[in-house]
């Protein structure tokens, strides 16, 4: 694609087309994968895979990994003390309960089990 800087392709089937990438001749630009590692909660598997292609191809350049950090917002008890609400805290149904925190970061940026 002359005259453009960036792609963003997302691979349906990733080993073979991270192959298919680096092999395309005259191709030059980064790759940058959306969403390559699925990480809800501790399910991180291909992780060290995807890593070694990272560091063995430069054009690779690491990706976004799904769950990263915990979705919940901070509200405060009676007593002035913070606490993290999520799905179903606000009253809202349907909601998506505590799906939405299972990042591997907790949502006060310090790791989670999954990261460790």
């Known amino acids: 694609m002359p005259g453009v800087d960036e792609d963003q392709p997302f691979p349906a089937v990733p080993k073979w087309s991270l192959k298919k990438w680096i092999g395309l001749p005259g191709e030059t630009r980064p790759l940058i994968l959306c969403e390559y590692a699925h990480a809800m909660g501790n399910s991180f598997g291909g992780f060290a895979k995807y890593w070694q292609a990272f560091r063995q191809f430069p054009r690779l350049q690491g ?9 919940s917002l901070t509200r405060y008890n009676d007593q002035g003390e913070p606490w993290q609400a999520y799905g ?29």
């Open 63 to 71: 990706g976004f990994v799904w769950d990263w950090v915990d979705q």
């Open 88 to 116: 179903g805290d606000f009253g809202d149904k349907p909601n998506d309960r505590q799906f939405c925190m299972n990042g591997l970061v907790f949502c006060r940026s310090h790791a989670a089990s999954g990261a460790l």
